[in-house]
Each structure stands twice: as structure tokens, then as C-alpha cells.
């Protein structure tokens, strides 16, 4: 869990309209105050059902950054209640309940600590290898395959005249993104490899049409973060790197037929040569899964390292969040 965003909704149709506007504006400096430095950012808006109308009433944005709000490298489930507090105590004053705030944007996300610079380099060129779309999202700016730093897909609603962002994922060097903007790294952002998956409003609003409540609880859960981010294991598999040679020599132990450590040496080399995708397009999807199912019960990972590469083993870190089922 990292940034969340969150909106209160007052419309001039209420009721009690007058009276819960003028406690908003009232106590607003004073709410303001206490969210200085400390992860919360509050925002106040006009609500515009359409740019016809004039005024429809307020729309509170809260803004937060779970991380800098606990200063820690990964939330724990048992965090959730502290931060739900944490919110609770910026907008007593305002007179907002949690209960009438609905989540607008989440961010799911898990930190994984590489110490090593070039290591953590390493990790992102074999990842780069993965399949080019995610369900249906597809890898942001495909003829950037130099940049290593950032793998980032993103799912767009074709169906809307904006062109809305559904959700987005991004597996990223945490570290090497802040210095590159020139902002030195937090603590809890120091040798950082981050798997993110981006929950937008549009997927919000999809599900709520299909019944899913679009409140607090409902998508600041821990269930709905384990389910979101161990989707991401069909992009980069739960084994750990070996090289080609390595992993044949594995896979001949393994009690497989020969002719089958062959196929699987075939596509584990034509992954090597170009992707995931390239691989896949060169048997049929049956065998092609059959081949990572049958990788992954050796702990395997498809994506073989390149024999040039000077190591011939490399530990996955994502392969103990993922056999833990996402809930670390």
C-alpha cells in the first residue's frame, strides 16, 4: 500500500447542507495544520456534475502516502487500523466520518530491498524479457526497450472519449527513480526494487457497476491488495534466474523425458534471444504454459540469464512474497 486518494462528496441537495459547509470551512486551516510533514494532504473542491452547472456543492480530495505517513519500507495488514486513525483524527474537525468517504485512486504496492546497484540493474534487463501486455493493459512506450528502469503497463478505457486510465502497473528501481529526478531518497526508499499495481477511478467506478462498494474499507483491504499484486506473478513467475546451461542441467535431473528438457531448453533460449511474447509465438499457448508450470515446480524462472553475464544463479526477490500468496 503506498498513496491512496480518497473523496468526501457535499451536495448543495443535502439536507444539512449549510451547516456541514460551514464546519468545513470553519475548521479547514486547523485540518490543514495537522496534516504538515506527516504524509496527509487535503485539497478542496467545487463539485461540477457537468460544465453547465454553476455550483453543486464540495468535493474534500485526501491525499495519502502510507509510507511516509508510518516511514516504513512495506505496510503490514496490521497497519490498516493506524492508518485509518491517522485519517480519522485530520478530518474530525471537518466533522467526516470515514464511513461517507469513497476511494477514488489506490496504489498497491510491495518494496523489495536489492542492496546491490548492478544487482538490482540485473533484475530489471531480465524482467524487461516478460510478455509486452498484462490482461489488458500493454507495456507503456514499446520502442523504449533500452529503459530497464521502469516496466510500465497501462490499461486504457478505449470506451471512453477520454481515454481513461483503468489501472496501471509499473515494477521499478524506487531508488534510481528518485535520483534521476533529482530528490534524494527517503530512507525507506533506499535500495528499493517496488512492484506497484495502480488502481484508478475508472476501475473503481467499473466495479461498482457490477456491485463492488467503492468505499474505505472496501478497496483499502488486504485481500483486495494480495489478489491485485500476485496477479503480476504471470508477468515475472515465482522462479529464480539460472542460466540457460544451468537450468538444462537442472531440468535433465529432474525425471522429465529428455525430448521434453529439450523443448523446454529451446523455449527458454528463444526467451533469451528476444521475450516472453517471441516464445509464446513460436509453440502453442498449451505448451507454452505447460512449460513455466513445469519450470516453475523446479523453481525455475523462464527468463533465462544470459551466459555472458558472469553469474550463473540469481535469487528471485519476488519468489517468497509470491509463494506467500501476496500478504507480506
Known amino acids: 500500500m503506498d498513496t491512496i486518494l480518497l473523496i468526501f462528496t457535499l451536495l448543495d441537495t443535502e439536507i444539512d447542507f ?3 459547509i460551514s464546519q468545513i ?13 506527516k504524509g496527509i494532504e487535503l485539497s ?3 463539485a461540477k ?11 474534500v480530495h485526501i491525499f495519502v502516502r502510507c509510507l511516509k505517513l508510518l516511514h516504513c519500507v512495506n505496510i503490514r495488514e496490521s497497519d490498516l487500523p493506524i492508518i485509518f486513525q491517522k485519517i480519522q483524527d485530520v478530518l474530525w474537525s471537518l466533522g467526516i466520518d470515514l464511513e461517507e468517504l469513497t476511494a477514488c485512486h489506490v496504489d498497491f504496492c510491495h518494496n523489495f530491498i536489492v542492496v546491490d546497484k548492478k544487482e538490482r540493474m540485473q533484475y530489471m534487463k531480465l524482467f524487461a524479457k516478460s510478455h509486452w501486455t498484462f490482461y489488458k493493459a500493454v507495456r507503456k512506450d514499446p520502442e523504449e526497450i533500452e529503459n530497464y528502469n521502469n516496466l510500465y503497463w497501462s490499461c486504457i478505457d478505449k470506451h471512453n472519449k477520454k481515454h481513461t486510465q483503468v489501472f496501471n502497473l509499473q515494477l521499478y528501481d524506487k531508488t534510481e527513480e528518485r535520483n534521476n529526478k533529482g530528490i534524494k531518497p527517503e530512507e525507506y526508499e533506499e535500495h528499493v526494487l517496488r512492484l506497484e499495481f495502480q488502481v484508478r477511478e475508472r476501475l473503481v467506478q467499473k466495479k461498482a457497476a457490477k456491485g463492488f462498494p467503492n468505499g474505505v474499507f472496501d478497496w483499502i483491504n488486504w485481500d483486495v491488495r494480495a489478489k491485485a499484486l500476485a496477479s503480476t506473478q504471470k508477468l515475472f513467475y515465482s522462479g529464480d534466474f539460472y542460466t540457460l546451461r544451468k537450468a538444462y542441467t537442472i531440468l535433465k535431473h529432474s525425471g522429465l523425458p529428455l525430448s521434453r528438457c529439450d523443448e523446454i531448453r529451446q523455449f527458454m533460449s528463444d526467451i533469451s ?5 517471441f516464445a509464446f509465438s513460436r509453440t502453442t499457448k498449451y505448451r507454452a504454459e505447460k512449460y513455466i508450470s513445469q519450470l516453475s515446480a523446479l523453481g525455475i524462472n523462464p527468463i533465462p540469464i544470459p551466459q555472458n553475464a558472469g553469474m550463473p544463479f540469481l535469487k528471485n526477490p519476488l519468489r517468497a512474497f509470491y509463494e506467500g500468496g501476496c500478504v507480506a
Not at 470551512?25 to 510533514?37: E, F, H, I, L, T
Open 273 to 277: 534471444q528476444v521475450d516472453v511474447d
Open 25 to 37: 470551512y470553519y475548521a479547514w486551516d486547523k485540518a490543514v495544520s495537522m496534516c504538515r510533514m
Open 44 to 46: 478542496l473542491h467545487y
Open 18 to 20: 449549510d451547516t456541514r
Open 49 to 59: 456534475p457537468n460544465v453547465l452547472t454553476s455550483f453543486h456543492g464540495i468535493e
